[in-house]
């Protein structure tokens, strides 16, 4: 059964009116471009949403230009505008709308996000709890960060563990490894963690044993390569034993085995990917 709605809320050192800019006009720069943080990871190129009611929130492919046509995702269409007190849109990619509401508090604003299945809806993606981090992450260091959106490194690496929950808090702990989302708590076991050193991401999953009983993967390298179909096609034919083939889960991306058996993943690169 389809869970009925999802919350989740951040405190950020910003008065209202300014914290609704923020979430508004820099959704681009606080963004996190990470391996699923996208519908179509591999031609995203930014995030954006349009002012007032009948506005819509979109992710970009190839902005508009008076010699192309607008290349968007259309992930809802605003309801509601209330520049510092109230964001709220119908989604256009599933049976949810979206509320979010910025009340003011001592040390600022706290920006509250309530994701909710429309009545007699099927279908409902509860992201915003795992993304609304990412806006007070970006408010504590906007002012001396660069005004340009954040993309990943080409190389960046998967650690898989029993409890890939408990080894983000460790690794944040012992080795001071940061996240642009929020460390779980104890208790907790989110579908995705990602860690960053820099530029680089450090994706940490479930360890599975192998049906064959060989011995579970427990560390991949992800590489981002311009031109997958062509990179599957080489690696297919010079003997790479392919795991997985192409496959959409925000990248394509596809998986294979080198000549002793560690495993790699090739995804899509994104066209602002350098």
Do not use: C
């Amino acid at each position: 059964m389809t869970e009925q709605s999802a919350s989740a809320s951040v405190e950020v050192a910003a008065d209202p009116a300014t914290a609704f800019r923020i979430f508004t006009d820099e959704i681009d720069l606080w963004w996190v471009r990470g391996p699923i943080n996208f519908f179509d990871a591999a031609r995203a190129v930014g995030m954006q949403i349009e002012p007032g009611v009948g506005g819509r929130i979109l992710e970009v492919y190839r902005p508009a230009s008076e010699t192309s046509d607008e290349d968007v995702l259309e992930l809802g269409r605003i309801t509601a505008w209330e520049p510092g007190s109230r964001l709220a849109y119908r989604s256009s990619v599933d049976d949810s709308t979206t509320e979010v509401r910025f009340d003011p508090i001592d040390s600022g604003t706290r920006v509250s996000v309530e994701q909710a299945l429309v009545p007699g809806g099927e279908k409902a993606f509860y992201f915003w709890p795992n993304v609304i981090p990412w806006l007070a992450a970006w408010a504590t260091q906007r002012d001396a960060a660069p005004t340009q959106p954040r993309e990943l490194d080409r190389l960046n690496i998967a650690l898989y563990y029993e409890d890939p929950a408990a080894a983000a808090r460790w690794l944040h702990t012992v080795f001071g490894l940061e996240s642009r989302d929020r460390i779980p708590a104890d208790g907790e076991r989110p579908t995705w963690l990602e860690l960053h050193v820099g530029a680089s991401a450090i994706l940490l999953f479930e360890l599975k044993e192998r049906a064959s009983g060989a011995k579970p993967v427990d560390h991949a390298v992800w590489v981002y390569v311009d031109d997958l179909d062509a990179h599957f096609a080489r690696s297919s034919e010079n003997g790479a034993k392919i795991v997985s083939e192409i496959r959409q889960h925000g990248y394509r991306l596809y998986e294979a085995e080198d000549l002793e058996g560690h495993r790699w993943t090739f995804a899509q690169a994104r066209p602002t990917m350098t």
